[in-house]
Structures are given as structure tokens and as C-alpha cells.
């Protein structure tokens, strides 16, 4: 392996760890946030950025936060939260290729948007579930 390419490795190996450890960071600090916050919309959202944090990191996560802003959404009968977690929960099913339960989360999503009228949310959401047919 010739200098240059070494050196290139290396530099990919430490800037890769150090985006890492600031995704770390930033959950860490999320969810430290989330004690101490109210059981209403805006812990819905903070459960939102922990799982598109973990994005990158660990699927298990995203569905585990994603699962939290369904439970807090439907508690509190906050519609648009509860289908961006089935479709957070979803995008982590997608990324294991799990495509049925995928599919599942999509057509939960899509449903509950379609009753709200929210017209852009809904296309997108049919146009994953496209994807996966």
C-alpha cells in the first residue's frame, strides 16, 4: 500500500470516528434532555432527533425512540408525531431489510396522513411504499 494511500485510510478511519463521537454527544445530551421535559409535542420531537441521530449509528435505537414517539403521540393525540415515528420505525426496518414490517410502518404512516390531509407527507410516504412493492 503505497504512503498516500495510508495516509487517506488514516484520515478516513479518525474523521469518521470523530463524527461518531459528536452524534454521541448530541444524543447523550438529547436525551439527558428528555427527563426533564414535559410529557407533550416538543418530547415527541426530541424523541425525533435522538432517532434520526441514530440514524447512522444503530438501528435497534431508532425503533426504540421511534416506538417512544408513538406511545407519547398517541397518548396525546398528536397525529403528525405518530406517523413520523411509524415512519422513522419503518426507515430502520427498511435499513435491515426487514421489508414487511418496513411496509407495515409505511402503510400506518400513509394512512394517518392521508386522514389529515396532509398532501405532500402522503405522496411521499406512498412513493416509499412504491418502492418497496
Known amino acids: 500500500m503505497s504512503g498516500r494511500k495510508l ?7 479518525i ?7 459528536q452524534n454521541q454527544q448530541k444524543i447523550d445530551s438529547l436525551v439527558a434532555l428528555t427527563y426533564s421535559l414535559p410529557e407533550d ?5 426530541t424523541y425525533e432527533k435522538i432517532a434520526i441521530l441514530y440514524l447512522k449509528l444503530q438501528f435497534d435505537c431508532i425503533k426504540a425512540y421511534a416506538q417512544k414517539m ?4 398517541e397518548q396525546l393525540g398528536y397525529d403528525k408525531g405518530l406517523a ?4 422513522w420505525k419503518g426507515e430502520a426496518y427498511m435499513w435491515q431489510a426487514n421489508y414487511t414490517k418496513d411496509l407495515e410502518c409505511y402503510k400506518k404512516t400513509t394512512n394517518i396522513f392521508s386522514k389529515k390531509g396532509k398532501r405532500t407527507l402522503w405522496a411521499k410516504s406512498l412513493e416509499v411504499m412504491q418502492i418497496l412493492l
Open 7 to 13: 495516509l487517506l485510510l488514516i484520515f478516513w478511519f
Open 15 to 21: 474523521m469518521g470516528n470523530s463524527g461518531f463521537s
Open 41 to 45: 409535542t416538543n418530547l415527541v420531537n
Open 70 to 73: 408513538i406511545e407519547l403521540s
Open 84 to 87: 413520523k415515528g411509524y415512519n
